[in-house]
């Protein structure tokens, strides 16, 4: 074996510890009895590009998960950072369930969380208005100290240009461009009640605004509502909208099941002529294989591939709890699903859980182990850059030959990037079974993951 080879497989060895693990388990549930998440109340989930997952509970606040540690968000005036908590729960960690500050979160239920692509934290919360965390600072709007119309925000959002937009509970929609505040209501606009429940952003930028009367619409060039009155919506109470990769729209309603609406036609799934088990959804999710999963009040989740469903209940699974208040779709394709009786993840053949990275000298960088990991089609690799520097990525055979410049010598920002192989050599030949290195290189730095291809 050549002196590349034995370099890089020792590279490999050394970096076997990190990255994402596959855990026997399907089902993992997170409660305080078992783990350091500090409340069981759990009403909204949201996951960084890190893979970094944040919850929102009703009365403890805000806290982080990343594959092995929770992090329990404190206020400002004890240092406005995070104090790190051990998986299993120790005894001695018990009294540090306390309230939260006057600026970080609060005893104020978080509805909602949204990570823009700064990686700053959008909380949206019952009565205290909107929080913004950029992982030091807590910074506070609300009705008294900025245009917010009103302190109930159910649902927040950061477009593509990183606007945020509020949908709040009796003020409307708001909009904030880091300087200035807009609002949209019953009185300056088509938008048809004042109760915002849900926001979501289509694939082609538009905003699509969920309301107890109907959906609003905003492109950029005007408004396009939707009512009982002028579309398949039997009722108008909108609780969560989703799109799958066509663009479709599947729209969750508090009381009338499940409506698609793919831009010319609409059709109704409901507990009479489907396989729903409640007509009353919460939560939505679709998976890039086209799974709709669906958050239900009272009948828990219910999976849906266009033919079959499948539901899964605190009576035929680990689910906690029959009502899930929010649901989220990760890259490794778990299910995290937030439910008043704790968080619940899962994965059909197993969860995948991803350790953090160890913490990157200057001018230093780490490559995660591929997603999915064997495989017989396209991969992704994560590449961590503590600074911005000239990267080059190469895949390598087993005998330490080059098989695909993935990158060349490229300057990339510091941060997170994703790296995709569709497993075929610089020729554009497949390449054959085996065992082969994806190397990431800058400067003297080094990082080494392993590639298991099947054909």
Known sequence: ??????????????????????????????????????????????????????????????????????????????GGGAEAFPLLRPAAIEAAQGSFGEHGPQAEAIYDIAIDSKGIKWIGTKIA????????????????????????????????????WVGTKYGGLAVFDGTSWLTYNRSNSPLPSNDVTCLALHPSGQLWV??????????????TVYTPANSGLSIGHVETIAFDASGTAWIGTWGAGLVCFDGRRWSRLSTTNSGLTDDYIYSLGVENNGVKWIGTFTQGVVAFDGQTWQSFAPWNSPLPDAFVYDLLIDRDGNKWFATTLGLAVYRKGGVILRSPPPELPPGHLWLDPPIPNPSSDRLDLILHLKDAARVSVTVYDALGRPVRYLVRGEQLFCGITRISWDGRSDSGSVVPTGIYLAVAQAGHSRSVARIVRLR
Do not use: C
Request: no cysteine; hydrophobic share 40%.
């Open 1 to 78: 074996m050549n002196r590349r080879v034995l370099t890089l497989l020792a590279a490999l060895w050394l970096s076997r510890s990190f990255g994402p693990r596959l855990m026997a388990q399907e089902w993992m549930v997170f409660t305080p009895e078992n783990s350091s998440i500090p409340d069981r109340n759990v009403l909204s989930v949201a996951v960084d590009s890190s893979g970094v997952v944040w919850v929102g509970t009703r009365y403890e606040g805000m806290a982080s998960f990343d594959g092995l540690h929770w992090f329990h968000y404190q206020p400002p005036l004890s």
């Open 210 to 223: 969920g309301t107890t009367a109907g959906i609003a619409i905003l492109d950029g060039q005007g408004w």
């Open 129 to 164: 208005g909107v929080k913004r965390f950029d992982g030091r600072n807590w910074t506070l709007y609300n009705s008294r100290n900025s245009p917010l119309p009103d302190d109930y925000a159910w649902s927040v959002l950061p477009d593509r240009s990183d606007r945020l």
